[in-house]
Each structure stands twice: as structure tokens, then as C-alpha cells.
């Protein structure tokens, strides 16, 4: 697609969809971009089942890495990705 035609497209969407909403649970830019990568392979409920604990303890990025992969395993295998 040429840029004309993504600006036309993005245009349209954005004049049909002036507000976007999405049904993924967060409070920061940084947990939307968490559930994000983890919606692209499961459905927003379980998305948002998994990352409300998640987000008590680790709501950064350096506190998601403290948790180490073990740690973070505990927290997202019920998505089903934990191992890939």
C-alpha cells in the first residue's frame, strides 16, 4: 500500500473511530504494550485474567525483570505462551 492511500486509510478510520477503546485492562503505556504482545495469541479476557495480578507486583519494566523468567512464568502460563 502506497502512503497516499495508508493516509487515506488511516483517515477514514479515524474520522469512523474518533476514539478508539480496547477491552484490555491498564493503566500505563508501558502495560498496555505488555498486553498487546500478549493479546496476539490469545483472547483480551484472558489477557486481562493473567495481567491484573501481574500488574500488583511487577507494573514496570524493571519490576517485570525482577521477576525473572521463572517469576513472570507464574503469572502468564495460564495465557499458554509461557514456554514460546
Given at each position: 500500500?502506497k502512503k497516499p492511500q495508508r493516509?487515506?486509510?488511516?483517515?477514514?478510520?479515524?474520522?469512523?473511530?474518533?476514539?478508539?477503546?480496547?477491552?484490555?485492562?491498564?493503566?500505563?503505556?508501558?502495560?498496555?504494550?505488555?498486553?498487546?504482545?500478549?493479546?496476539?495469541?490469545?483472547?483480551?479476557?484472558?489477557?486481562?485474567?493473567?495481567?491484573?495480578?501481574?500488574?500488583?507486583?511487577?507494573?514496570?519494566?524493571?519490576?517485570?525483570?525482577?521477576l525473572g523468567v521463572?517469576?513472570?512464568?507464574?503469572?502468564?502460563?495460564?495465557?499458554?505462551?509461557?514456554?514460546?
Open positions: 500500500m493516509s487515506e486509510l488511516f483517515g477514514r478510520l479515524q474520522e469512523s473511530i474518533p476514539e478508539p477503546v480496547t477491552e484490555l485492562k491498564y493503566r500505563t503505556r508501558f502495560q498496555l504494550l505488555v498486553a498487546v504482545i500478549l493479546s496476539a495469541q490469545a483472547t483480551d479476557v484472558s489477557v486481562n485474567r493473567a495481567t491484573r495480578p501481574l500488574f500488583r507486583v511487577a507494573a514496570t519494566p524493571q519490576a517485570i525483570h525482577d521463572v517469576g513472570l512464568k507464574h503469572y502468564i502460563r495460564s495465557i499458554g505462551l509461557f514456554n514460546t
